[in-house]
Each structure stands twice: as structure tokens, then as C-alpha cells.
């Protein structure tokens, strides 16, 4: 196999091939074939003999084109850091990193970071040219930092007003445009004061994020009940807590939130940790608005829907870390499917409330392990001239957790008809 670097990746900033370094404009002056935008390819001088192929639409495309010239001198330019949510971070799962040679430049973040005068290390980056603006929400919180990267001229009055209806109106917005290059140019103003005004595709928004006028909300302990839209379908904030501390929450993990009713199990999940994934299983169509919804007011609009009825529709799946089952339990199969589904070491929790749902819990303990805790919530309400205490039904939690021999044995009953496909 050919180990030698024949492809570099070549990071340019707005001050084009005159503020590169000496080992980028080599490898861009003596490379066979150029991939990049047309925007990149324009900085450049092209030599003689030189092939420069701008982007293929759909981008996908690239990667086999790109490795299609493999042994020759192909050079790749990209914006800035190319391993900041750019080619280069793709271009790795692709090719063996002992053929690749990466040459970055500073990335506008660094760049924004030095105008600002902010530790780079104290941002938050929220990159809304690949991702929904939604996910601002999550980030919000006195003090806060931000910068977005954004996806065209609108994100800037779209930030905006996300801004000032999450009560954060008088945080500080900063509009960079070319940023290191001759035509540089910033804007600030609050986000209620912020104007329409003419601004180049390619910008980013700095966010000082002052005291909101409203509470902000904890990434890290559940949500008020009144956080979300919901007709009565919801898990309540003290057993939620309860709840998702049995589901204990892991970077990167998958949970299936099975009768997912408003989505409040699925998005605190995702509102707890970094790359965590959610897919909300729900089959009432109504509900799966108000998931969409509650997702993107509470900053993960990542979630992912699926309309259907469990268990039919989970065969298929990707095999989850957890599953949360909030309703259905006594629907025949439903716990023998999501126990089958789940991964070695996954955690299954399941609340209930009825006394059928309860002896489908203490069989299955009987038959897999586990623990249950019974919880009783009273809130104290007026009582006439007094108050007394309102107790809510008593909810009974189940939690086992799979060990690798139980993984072996995971047909545990006939397999249900195929999944139905996810709605995004």
C-alpha cells in the first residue's frame, strides 16, 4: 500500500495565497490536481498543467473523485482550520492518515476569539451552517459566550430574534464578515436592537450573553413541568429525575424513548450531554408536533421522531445504550422487544402507574433482575384558608441493566413487522 502523503489539505484564510506559509504555497504550486470551492480556487495562481475541479454537487461525491487521482499531487483547499467542522475532519474517515498531510490556518473562531478578546477555550461554538439555529437554546445562560457560525446573511436577524423571545435581549451581538482579510468588517448591537442591514453570506455572530429577563434553565436537573407543550402526556419533574438518573446518561449513547408522549425523558436526555443521540417513539401524530416543538424551544432539535406503534415498529433499529418505555408496558411483547433490542451493559427503565403495569414489572424481575423503587409525590395546594398536601398517584420504576450473557439470548419472542421510517 502507498503510505506516502500524496494529498494535502491546505487551510486559506480571506487573505488568500499571500498569508499562507511556505510548506502551503509549495504544496499548492506543485499539486497535479486542485479540489476546491470556486470562492478558494479564485485566491490562488494556477500553474501550468495544473487540473482545479471545483466541488461536485452533491458533495458526497468528492471523496471518490478525490481518490481516484491517489499517487499523484493532489492538493485539497479548505476555509481556515480544516479540522474545525471542516474537509478535513471528513477527508480522515476516508483516507489513511499516513497519505494525508493537513496544513491549517487560523480558523475564524480563533480569528473572532482575538477581536473579542475572548479565551477561546471559554466559547461555545454553535455551527449553524450544518445544524439548526434551535440549538442556541440549549447554550443560553448568563455570562455565556457564544459565537455561531452562520449558514447565510439571515442567520444574523434570525439569531436575533431567537434572542430576544428567549429573553436575552440585551446580550451583545457581533457580526464578523471576511474576517482577516483587506474588506473585514464588524457590527454590534444588542439583540433587540439589531437591524436588518445588508451582510455578506459568509459571517459569523459573536453573543455576550447577559442577564436574561427570565430564568435560564439548568442543562443539568430536570426541566419545569411547564417547559413544554404537552396534553397531560408527560413524566413529571420529580420522577423525571428519578428517571434519568436510572438512565443514567452517557456522551454518545442512544436512548429510544418508547411512548414518548411530549418528548420530555428524549430531551432531557439530549439536553444532559454532548453527542448523545434520542429517537422518541410515539404513535399519536399530535404528539409528535409537540416533540418537534419542545425540541426546538429547548435546544435539541437533533431528536429524531419516529410515528409509530410500539412494539411493531422497532425491529430494524439501531440497538440502543438505553430505552426509557413510559406508557404501553402491558402491550403483549412490548417489554420481550426493548429487552431483545437493548445493548450488553444497556439500561432499561420503565415506569408505572397501574397495578397491571406493575405485575408486568414484577414478573419481569423475577425473570431478568433488576430493582424496583415505588415513589409517592405529594405538592402542597390551598386548602381553603390552609394548605394540604395533594398526593399524585404512586409510580413504580423498574430498572435492570443487560449483562453479556442475557445479549446472547436476544430473540425473546417472534420478531415484529418492519419499522415504520423515521419522521425527521
Known sequence: MNTHPWLTVVGLGEDGFSGLGEAARTAIDQAQIIFGGARHLALIPQQPGQQCHPWPRPFEGAYQQILSYRGQRVCVLASGDPMWHGIGARLVNHIALDELRILPAPS????????????????????????????????????????ALSANSDTPRQLAALLVNAGFGDSQMTLFEHLGGSAERRVTAPAAEWRAQSVAALNLVAVDCDIPSVRAWSRRA???????DHDGQLTKRDVR??????????????LWDVGAGCGSIGIEWLRAIDRGRCLAIEANPERCARIRHNCAQ???????????????????????DAIFIGGGVTVNGMIEHCWAALKPGGRLVVNAVTLQSEAVLITWR???????????????????????????????????????????????????????????
Open 222 to 228: 430536570s426541566l419545569p413541568d411547564a417547559a413544554f
Open 241 to 254: 429525575a428519578l428517571t434519568l438518573a436510572r438512565l443514567a446518561p452517557v456522551s454518545g449513547e442512544l
Open 298 to 320: 429547548l435546544g435539541v432539535p437533533e431528536l429524531e421522531i419516529m410515528v409509530g406503534t410500539a412494539p411493531v415498529c422497532l425491529a430494524g433499529l439501531e440497538p440502543p
Open 108 to 147: 475564524a473562531i480563533t480569528l473572532a476569539a482575538a477581536r473579542m478578546g475572548w479565551a477561546v477555550q471559554d466559547i461555545t461554538v454553535i455551527p449553524v451552517h450544518s445544524q439548526s439555529l434551535a440549538q442556541v437554546h440549549l447554550h443560553l445562560a448568563p455570562k455565556a459566550r457564544l459565537v
Open 366 to 424: 423475577e425473570r431478568v433482575g433488576g430493582e424496583l423503587t415505588r415513589v409517592q409525590v405529594a405538592q402542597a395546594e390551598p386548602l381553603g384558608r390552609f394548605d394540604g398536601w395533594r398526593t399524585a398517584y404512586p409510580v413504580t420504576l423498574f430498572t435492570a441493566v443487560k449483562s453479556a450473557q442475557e445479549s446472547e439470548h436476544r430473540s425473546l419472542s417472534a420478531a415484529p413487522n418492519q419499522p415504520l421510517a423515521p419522521l425527521h
